[in-house]
Antibody
Framework: QVQLVQSGAEVKKPGASVKVSCKAS????????ISWVRQAPGQGLEWMGW????????NYAQKLQGRVTMTTDTSTSTAYMELRSLRSDDTAVYYC????????????WGQGTMVTVSS | QSALTQPASVSGSPGQSITISCTGT?????????VSWYQQHPGKAPKLMIY???KRPSGVSNRFSGSKSGNTASLTISGLQAEDEADYYC????????????FGGGTKLTVL
């Protein structure tokens, strides 16, 4: 079945980096875009950025520009999100989500990866 | 890009109907018929309930419907059931030259 499976929970110190993976299966990876969405504890959903699995084009939310990098490995159908210079307010569940059509909704979501930033 | 505006909470009794509003701007909700709605139960990933303003994915109950007027989109749930109790988020495409999306702040639905 179509699914996105993310890597496990991470605990990082302030100033460190984290890289979360999102492995796709059950569909042609390069035919869909992937967005990353995060959710701080008790808070709402925040769109972080998008990557085309077809050509690697990216666009990041303005507030994360310079700290986030999204990449894909088409040989393993895996998307990655790296966030650098971590702060305590980066503590959140990070989701990858498939864009079901051109600029359309997110129809398939990963299970989420908890990233905790604490000294 | 500012978050879309949703009421923090709504409630209704079983069998009743409720509507959740989602107000954006002429740069997002008002410009594109690309509004989607997500249901999220505690500790779970969001689930797509409505896309392209009013379309339902396969498997989503027809008790869920969506609409849009100007810069405001709405989600209506009819015949409320206990399992509808969850957080609901709207989302709109907001990109122009490069793809971007914006979410609403979320609405907690309580089934009384």
């Amino acid at each position: 079945q179509v699914q996105l499976v993310q890597s496990g929970a991470e605990v990082k110190k302030p100033g460190a980096s984290v890289k979360v993976s999102c492995k796709a299966s059950g569909y042609t990876f390069t035919s869909y875009g992937i967005s990353w969405v995060r959710q701080a504890p008790g808070q709402g959903l925040e769109w972080m950025g998008w990557i085309s699995a077809y050509n690697g084009n990216t666009n990041y939310a303005q507030k994360l520009q310079g700290r986030v990098t999204m990449t894909t490995d088409t040989s393993t159908s895996t998307a990655y999100m790296e966030l650098r210079s971590l702060r305590s307010d980066d503590t959140a569940v990070y989701y990858c989500a498939r864009e079901q059509g051109v600029f359309d909704a997110f129809d398939i979501w990963g299970q989420g990866t908890m990233v905790t930033v604490s000294s | 890009q500012s978050a879309l505006t949703q009421p923090a909470s709504v409630s209704g009794s079983p069998g009743q109907s409720i509507t959740i509003s989602c107000t954006g701007t002429s740069s997002d909700v008002g410009s594109y018929n690309l509004v989607s709605w997500y249901q999220q139960h505690p500790g779970k990933a969001p689930k797509l309930m409505i896309y392209e303003v009013s379309k339902r994915p396969s498997g989503v109950s027809n008790r869920f419907s969506g609409s849009k007027s100007g810069n405001t989109a709405s989600l209506t749930i009819s015949g409320l059931q206990a399992e509808d109790e969850a957080d609901y988020y709207c989302c709109s495409y907001a990109g122009s030259s490069t793809p971007s999306w914006v979410f609403g702040g979320g609405t907690k639905l309580t089934v009384l």
